[in-house]
């Protein structure tokens, strides 16, 4: 963070007391030097907590020195705004339904030679989070890459001025968070928010395959430049290995270059041309981001991250968020990785929440696209995700089997007896499901199987 007192924080705060470290919400990770942000929620309230802070934000008087405002979040939101002025850096946001955090975690990775860059960690994408990350800023940083969620329309467009960005990308419009929205044209109206709020001169990334992702270039004055199968940087020639990681030739402005990625799953290609657009953007020379984008390690957990148990079974846990976008292109990834091996593909899905009145409909979509892909075994986690076997188990000529349990330890428990060394095992649902219990269960020490 920019230094300051608390007198520069506000007019009555300690002019002896000074923020050295970001601000913080979570009083178990203290930032030494932080700012505590004292929130009030349903079930607690963050003063009660402030004992010990170096400096809180809060509503009321607290043991440690306090800035006490009407509203700390809102007052959150002033101060990020103030330290993105003082200090400048080029402020990159996107937002989409799927792929956000993948694309985030390539973007900050192009960036990082080019300057200190700050970007969003772990769901940092809200009111509070966005703040926050911004919080995170010195004068010595040089781009900002800012995550931005919405739960309704105006969102997005009330983030964008506390973090102001010069760049923005929409990824996609999908049918996550259909359930708040209505519809996806709904959806669309919240995201290209992100794209009213660019200046002239900033550029406007937009998905040129997603129709209504495209139709936002009359939205901004901005420049715009698309990526996608046929956009303005597109790629050629995708190919998977053995663990499903692409290998394929990035281009733009009419060159070539060769990206062999670390991930897996063809889906990463989008997210790393959206990255690969949104850094030429920023002004990286397109040659030197195919190159970062093949160094580009995982970044964040419980996303698509493979792992190999000491027997042979291969392990892909994706348990941090789903929806039927991201559950279809993990399944292809799943199916991919399995037909190299000499056991079965093994889903092992729970829930997709947020999806609206037609949840259920989009469950056995699902389920019928693992049955129509090839997976051998669907292991279906609580009765919320139960629609995904109806679908499995409806598909015409699938000689798959499809099991339901109960929740995360009976699935754990069953596919601890019955899954092989030779078998490979994707583990996903959304975050409320805590699948990474499952994956994490299935790679203790000395677990071996028949």
């Known amino acids: ?43 607690v309230d963050g003063h009660d907590f402030a004992a010990g802070a170096h400096a809180v934000l809060g509503s009321r008087p607290t043991g440690a020195p306090t800035v006490v405002v009407d509203d700390p979040v ?30 985030k975690d390539y973007l900050a990775h192009l960036l990082d030679t080019d300057g200190t860059t700050v970007a969003t960690r772990g769901n940092h994408n809200n009111e509070i989070g966005v703040p926050l990350t911004v919080l995170e800023v010195t004068r010595d940083t040089r781009h900002l890459v800012v995550e931005m969620g919405a739960r309704g329309v105006g969102h997005i467009g009330h983030l964008c001025t506390l973090a102001p960005p010069r760049v923005a990308a929409v990824l996609n419009v999908g049918t996550a968070h259909l359930s708040e929205f209505g519809s996806r044209e709904q959806i669309a109206q919240a995201k290209g928010e992100i794209i009213e709020a660019l ?34 940087v597109c790629w050629r ?43 030429i953007a920023a002004g990286l020379d397109p040659a030197a981001v195919a190159g970062r984008l093949s160094t580009a390690e995982p970044a964040s957990r419980w996303r698509m991250e493979v792992h190999h148990r000491g027997d042979g079974l291969v392990v892909v846990n994706d348990a941090y968020n789903a929806n039927p976008a991201s559950m279809t292109a993990a399944i292809d ?50 009765e919320g995700a139960s629609p995904l076997a109806e679908g499995a188990r409806d598909t015409r000529g699938w000689r798959g089997e499809a099991v339901g349990t109960a929740g995360r330890d009976d699935a754990l428990r069953w596919v601890r007896e019955n899954v092989a060394a ?29």
């Not at 705004?81 to 200090?87: N, Q, S, T």
């Not at 899905?349 to 979509?365: F, I, N, S, T, V």
């Not at 975050?431 to 028949?450: C, P, T, Y």
């Open 1 to 43: 963070m920019v230094p300051m007192t608390l007198a520069e924080v506000a007019a009555d705060g300690d002019p002896a007391t000074e923020i050295t470290g970001a601000a913080y919400v979570d009083n178990r990770r203290p930032v030494p030097g932080g700012l505590f942000v004292a929130v009030v929620g349903e079930r």
């Open 74 to 103: 809102a007052a959150l939101g002033r101060l990020s705004r103030h330290v993105v002025d003082e200090a400048g850096p080029l402020v990159i946001a996107l937002t989409g339904s799927q792929g956000k955090t993948g694309t």
């Open 199 to 232: 200046p002239a001169d900033g550029v406007a990334v937009l998905n040129a395959d997603d129709a209504l992702v495209a139709a936002m270039s009359s939205r901004t004055s901005a420049r715009v430049l698309t990526f996608g199968a046929d956009g303005d």
């Open 237 to 279: 020639g995708v190919r998977l290995d053995e663990l499903g990681r692409p290998t394929f030739d990035l281009g733009y402005a009419g060159e070539w270059h060769r990206v062999t990625l670390t991930q897996s799953g063809a889906h990463q290609v989008g997210n790393a041309a959206a990255a690969a657009a949104l850094g």
């Open 333 to 382: 990834a799943l199916v991919q990785i399995g037909a190299h091996r000499a056991g079965r593909s093994v889903a092992v899905l729970g829930e997709m929440l947020e999806l609206g009145p037609d949840a259920a409909a989009a469950h056995r979509d699902v389920g019928r696209y693992a049955a129509e892909a090839g997976v051998d075994l669907l292991v279906v986690v609580g």
């Open 422 to 450: 030779d078998d490979v095992v994707l583990v996903k649902a959304s975050r409320g499901a805590a699948l990474e219990v499952v994956a994490d269960g299935l790679l203790e020490k000395g677990e071996r199987n028949r």
